[in-house]
């Protein structure tokens, strides 16, 4: 390596550690939006080949990135905008102590049944500001992070748009300047395709779904601070078959404990009925049975990808995990004589 190369190698490192120092604070929502280009590129892909019928290739593309960004924030960005409102806005109150759930009887029923004396409202308060602390900094930074969220929003939708144009060519352009051969670099953006897809669209989707089906019922069993709950089934839902249950099992058994009977009795129903089923079935349907991840590894990355980066880290953890088992993968089948 000559002394031009080795300059030029520097100064790429260099610009590369003050480009990262100038995007760091708004790094969660440019990787947001690159996976919400990368869920909308398939759509983005079948419009423009309708539109290139009627209008010129460009201006399709542009068309149709436009659609699919406005079709997305009616039915996606503005249910999860008030979904983090209401979830911020009870986590607070928790973290301050004040909660809707009847605290007193739990505790005269655990007392009644043990013996002991339970300090169930001191571990929730406790709970909450753990939570605030990891997500926000603590209370003073939720009105920062509104802030930043709303600024880094706006610039995520700009994003999504310039990704959806110009995705395919970036893609190219990394092929071509890989050093890797050229199989070997097909091989490998192949199998981080597929374990991204099976990420987003398999696992974090059925959580989701699954989170949302257990909302209905939290919600029509009675039990408050219901987007709360679901927010953390959400999280939870990722471990299979028993995840949800640590929310629902003991919302039920709150009801009972209560003397709301019937309504215990339905959520456990509803419970083993319709939540437990969903993942049964949904999760081998939607999964891509390419993207082999542990349920564990998968839940691993959740909690480490919110606790770095934030609510984003539901999606980027996971992730992040899964296109670190491509790369292993690409090694071990393209250079096992290695």
């Known amino acids: 390596m000559n002394r031009g190369q080795s300059f030029l190698l520097l100064l790429m490192g260099a610009v590369s550690l003050l480009t990262l120092f100038v995007i760091l604070p708004f790094v969660e929502y440019v990787i947001a939006s690159a996976i919400l280009a990368f869920i909308l590129y398939p759509f983005h892909r079948r419009l423009t080949r309708r539109l290139r019928r009627r209008v010129s290739t460009r201006f399709g593309e542009m068309l149709s990135a436009l659609t699919l960004i406005l079709s997305a924030i009616v039915p996606v960005i503005l249910p999860l905008a008030y979904i983090t409102l209401v979830f911020v806005r009870d986590l607070t109150a928790i973290a301050a102590g004040e909660t809707s759930i009847n605290v007193a009887a739990i505790e005269a029923e655990i007392a009644t049944l043990t013996g002991q004396d339970p300090e169930i409202g001191d571990l929730l308060q406790t709970g909450g500001e753990l939570l605030v602390q990891t997500l926000f900094g603590g209370f003073s930074g939720v009105l920062n992070t509104a802030i930043r969220a709303s600024v880094g929003l ?171 088992a491509a790369t292993l993968e690409t090694f071990r089948e393209d250079y096992d004589a290695i």
């Open 154 to 324: 706006s610039l995520a939708l700009f994003l999504v748009y310039y990704t959806l144009i110009d995705g395919p060519a970036f893609v190219g352009w990394i092929r071509e300047t890989s050093p890797l051969p050229a199989e070997v670099t097909a091989d490998l953006v192949d199998r981080v395709n597929v374990m991204t897809r099976g990420v987003v669209i398999g696992h974090i989707s059925v959580a989701l779904l699954q989170a949302l089906v257990a909302g209905l019922g939290l919600w029509a069993a009675g039990i408050p601070n219901v987007v709360f709950w679901t927010f953390v089934m959400a999280v939870l839902a990722l471990l299979p078959l028993i995840g949800a249950f640590f929310v629902w099992g003991p919302a039920a058994a709150y009801l009972v404990i209560i003397d709301q009977v019937t309504a215990g009795v339905f959520l456990a129903v509803y419970g083993v009925a319709v939540i437990a089923m969903v993942d049964n079935y949904a999760r081998p349907l939607v999964i891509d049975q390419q993207a082999h991840l542990n349920p564990a590894v998968i839940l691993l990355g959740v909690f480490g990808g919110i606790y770095s980066v934030g609510f984003t880290g539901l999606f980027v953890g996971p992730i992040v995990i899964g296109v670190l």
